[in-house]
């Protein structure tokens, strides 16, 4: 394969980022909206565990898993417990106004407001789309970076499992490119 010149590439990759930096920072002090076929309270442990169907919205942002375990500091603000992280697990999605990213597992956490995805992660913007095997997203800039690591640290497949990253741990994807005359 081989490689682009230095200019051609530098302008592919600010035309593939544009989109990136037009994404608005997410208000993560917003409620969290839920819905599920099922739920835990587990006061005691400071948590809840959503089952089945579990679809959670904060502000412009929406994350569906089939899994998710809420995680809360004990502190009561006006009625409220203070939510501090949020676990999700089984065929996750994340939408962003022009973005969704798609994983097997996800980590919200809200002090940080870093959302990281791991497992076969897919991230689609506009006609660009990135896989590789973890993404992390700053919802304060709205960037995001995916490498090639697994869940393990390697590429692949997990034996009896149904994650994986592109083949060998690389990141592959599609750039769009705008129609020429």
Do not use: W
Request: aromatic share 2%; charged share 15%; net charge positive.
């Amino acid at each position: 394969m081989r490689a682009l010149p230095a200019p051609i590439l530098t302008v592919a990759l600010l035309l593939a980022a544009a989109p990136l930096a037009a994404q608005t920072a997410h208000n993560s002090n917003a409620p969290i909206d839920f819905g599920a076929d099922n739920i835990e309270l587990q006061d005691k442990a400071n948590r809840a565990v959503l089952s089945g169907n579990v679809s959670v919205k904060q502000a412009e942002m929406t994350l569906n898993a089939a899994r998710m375990t809420v995680t809360y500091t004990g502190q009561v603000v006006g009625g409220n417990p203070q939510v501090s992280r949020l676990d999700a697990s089984g065929g996750v999605t994340v939408r962003r106004p022009d973005q969704t990213a798609k994983s097997q597992y996800a980590i919200y956490d809200l002090n940080r407001r870093v959302i990281t995805m791991l497992g076969a992660v897919t991230l689609t913007q506009g006609g660009n789309t990135v896989n590789g095997g973890r993404l992390t997203i700053n919802l304060d800039t709205g960037r995001a970076v995916i490498d090639g690591s697994s869940v393990r640290g390697g590429g692949g497949s997990t034996p009896g499992s149904s994650v994986s990253t592109a083949p060998s741990g690389r990141v592959t994807g599609t750039f769009s490119v705008p129609k020429r005359n």
